[in-house]
């Protein structure tokens, strides 16, 4: 813990979870909350933004979606986990995407993925 900096480094096998508030509603109108669960071999936290650089084996599970990349950063005021590094996303239906680098927006359903090599597989529905 570096109170100066105000940073907290941790390694080893290193599990975060975090309750976030979606932007979809449930059937009744009240806000839908997820549990974003990240696992990774070493982490710095930033403790005044609550923002995070995460290496090593990165694994992300929210809901029925799956992620891994060699690293991630999250972005608080954004809600944005930003992944890079062989990065595999997995979705609830079988849906996957391989790229370099993607962002997944931590209170929505979004990803955005980017790269020179990206594999997009989806079944269509006849």
Known sequence: LNIK??????AGNVRLQKRETQVAKDESGKP????????CAA??????????NASGKVSIVKDGQRAQAEQASY??????LTLTGSVSIQGEENESI??????LHTD?????AEGENMEITFEIEE
Do not use: H, P, W, Y
Request: net charge positive.
């Open 108 to 112: 929505q359903v979004l990803v955005k």
């Open 75 to 80: 972005n608080n005021a954004g809600k944005v």
């Open 5 to 10: 900096k105000k940073t907290a480094a941790v």
């Open 32 to 39: 839908k909350v997820s549990v974003v669960t990240l696992t």
């Open 98 to 103: 391989k790229c370099d680098r993607a962002e």
């Open 43 to 52: 982490m710095e936290i930033f403790t005044d933004t609550q923002n995070f």
